[in-house]
């Protein structure tokens, strides 16, 4: 009798004291506020998007998602802080098809392992526009190689990074061309596209939309897109395969990613919100001005297109000879 007085005792004093325990990080997450990690510049096209990310996650999360800058050596300093961050879900990273798959084939060591990182779910795709300086009057990419044949080693091509899709696709171009041109690394479009307004830099892949703002007002020449068919809300902009270059059909993408050990449990509700975000109507016509076609939001879309384009990004690698660092 007096052992099962002390058991029931136990048993309440044990269901008194967990009333008290805090919860789980998984089971109240989100506590406080989520840093984005951009491994871009503010200002540029991927910064505007990750912030249309952040502010729409923010109503559906309940919590601030705050958007953070670390820009440079061709996005690999943004993904390796965010990839050393404690797998909380407090740090996640809006990476790009540079820091997933082609960093890989420029570095001999990565400070960082692409495969460890968790994929929240996929983001979004974008094209690129061949502009050009005004100073140039190029009329279109035959124009570029014109001036390029004739003047060897003259031009110069602004990209946003070694190695980035900027870069490969100036390297294709030059390939399928035959020319030869100066490239020209920045960290970003922010950087970049203010050389090619004020004609220090003669031409540059840039995104649809931030390149279609300047082509629009006059700025910049508007040249081809990348896009393996031509785009529905500028049909008049042919592509480079149109224009007798072909299979420089490359295209930047982007998807959300957590540290290596980020528990399933934290990672449903960021894919949540993320899926959340790129249904809003509002949210995807903000993406869809900016030249952004937005995915689907589901991390097995990510894993996917990572095994699909890794061999795709090795050999575009070799191809523009790009020594590893």
Same mark, same amino acid.
């Given at each position: ?10 048993t309440?004093?044990?269901v008194a004291?967990?009333c008290?325990?805090?919860?789980s990080?998984?089971?109240s997450f989100?506590?406080?506020a989520?840093?984005l990690?951009t ?9 505007a998007?990750?912030? /249309?990310l952040a502010d729409s996650?923010?109503?559906t999360l309940?919590?601030?998602v705050v958007? =953070?800058?670390?820009p440079? #050596?061709g &996005?690999?300093i943004?993904v390796?802080?965010?990839?050393r961050q404690?797998p909380?879900g ?8 540079s ?9 001999k ?10 994929p ?5 795709y ?5 502009i050009g300086?005004?100073?140039?009057e190029?009329?279109?990419?035959e124009?570029?190689?014109e001036?390029?044949?004739a003047?060897p080693?003259?031009i ?9 899709t900027?870069h490969?696709i100036a390297e ?5 061309a ?5 490239d020209v690394?920045?960290?970003g479009s ?5 050389? /090619?307004?004020?004609?220090d830099?003669?031409?540059l ?6 390149a =279609?703002i300047q082509?629009? #007002?006059g &700025?910049v020449d ?6 393996p ?7 008049d902009?042919?592509t ?5 270059y072909?299979?420089?059909?490359i295209?930047a993408?982007w998807?959300l990613m957590a540290?290596?050990?980020?528990p399933s449990e ?5 894919s949540r919100?993320l ?5 809003d ?20 879309t990510?894993?996917?297109l990572?095994k699909a384009e ?8 070799k ?6 660092q």
């Amino acid at each position: 009798m007096r052992l099962k007085t002390v058991r029931s005792g136990i048993t309440a004093l044990t269901v008194a004291l967990t009333c008290f325990l805090p919860a789980s990080a998984s089971e109240s997450f989100p506590a406080r506020a989520i840093d984005l990690v951009t491994p871009f510049p503010a200002g540029g096209a991927t910064d505007a998007f990750a912030r /249309i990310l952040a502010d729409s996650m923010t109503k559906t999360l309940g919590q601030t998602v705050v958007v =953070m800058n670390r820009p440079g #050596a061709g &996005t690999t300093i943004g993904v390796s802080y965010a990839a050393r961050q404690k797998p909380d879900g407090y740090t996640i990273l809006l990476a790009s098809n540079s820091g997933l798959v082609t960093s890989r084939f420029l570095y001999k060591e990565l400070p960082y392992d692409p495969d460890a990182l968790v994929p929240i779910g996929m983001a979004g795709y974008g094209p690129s526009i061949l502009i050009g300086s005004k100073a140039q009057e190029f009329d279109n990419p035959e124009a570029v190689v014109e001036y390029a044949r004739a003047n060897p080693g003259a031009i110069t091509i602004a990209n946003h990074g070694t190695g980035t899709t900027a870069h490969l696709i100036a390297e294709c171009f030059k390939d399928k061309a035959g020319i030869e041109a100066v490239d020209v690394p920045f960290k970003g479009s922010a950087e970049a596209m203010p050389m /090619i307004i004020n004609g220090d830099i003669d031409i540059l892949f840039e995104m649809a939309g931030p390149a =279609m703002i300047q082509g629009n #007002a006059g &700025t910049v020449d508007v040249l081809a897109v990348t896009s393996p068919r031509r785009l529905e809300w500028i049909s008049d902009v042919p592509t480079l395969s149109e224009m007798g270059y072909p299979g420089c059909d490359i295209y930047a993408w982007w998807a959300l990613m957590a540290p290596s050990g980020t528990p399933s449990e934290v990672l449903a509700p960021l894919s949540r919100a993320l899926q959340h975000a790129l249904a809003d109507e509002e949210t995807r016509k903000k993406l869809i001005n900016m030249g952004i076609d937005p995915a689907d939001g589901k991390a097995t879309t990510v894993s996917e297109l990572v095994k699909a384009e890794t061999p795709r990004y090795e050999r575009l690698v070799k191809q523009a000879n790009i020594p590893t660092q």
